[in-house]
């Protein structure tokens, strides 16, 4: 029973990182066709293009505001709405594993 609960935890834990992890290359995805002009702001500097850390750190600011509400997208919003939830999946799921992790060593 408590193998299953590890495997369920484990398995939805990496789910819920792996939805955060592709809701927002989605998001990127969306932006960068629909609304080129929106993600030059992103990508360009007054230098130039920006490099892809920088890139990702300004996409970082962007998601955690509510600016995809401004675009009046549905799958720009559901996307965004997928990266803001899916940690709270996960860690908890994650958190769940390393208790029982613990248990199952000092027993």
């Known amino acids: 029973m408590l193998h299953a609960l590890y495997l369920l935890l484990l398995l939805a834990g990496a789910a ?3 939805a ?3 809701a927002q290359w989605m998001f ?3 932006l ?3 609304y080129p002009d929106k993600w030059a702001i992103l990508a360009q500097s007054d230098s130039g293009p920006v490099n892809r850390m920088r890139l ?3 996409l970082q600011r962007v998601l955690r505001t509510n600016v995809a509400e401004l675009f009046d997208d549905p799958q720009l919003l559901r996307w965004h709405r997928i990266w803001r939830h899916a940690p709270w999946l996960a860690w908890p799921c994650w958190i769940g594993v390393l208790l029982i992790q613990a248990l199952a060593t000092t027993h």
């Open 56 to 58: 990702w750190a300004r």
């Open 32 to 34: 960068r066709t629909r």
């Open 16 to 18: 819920g990182f792996a």
């Open 28 to 30: 990127a995805r969306i």
């Open 20 to 22: 955060h992890l592709l």
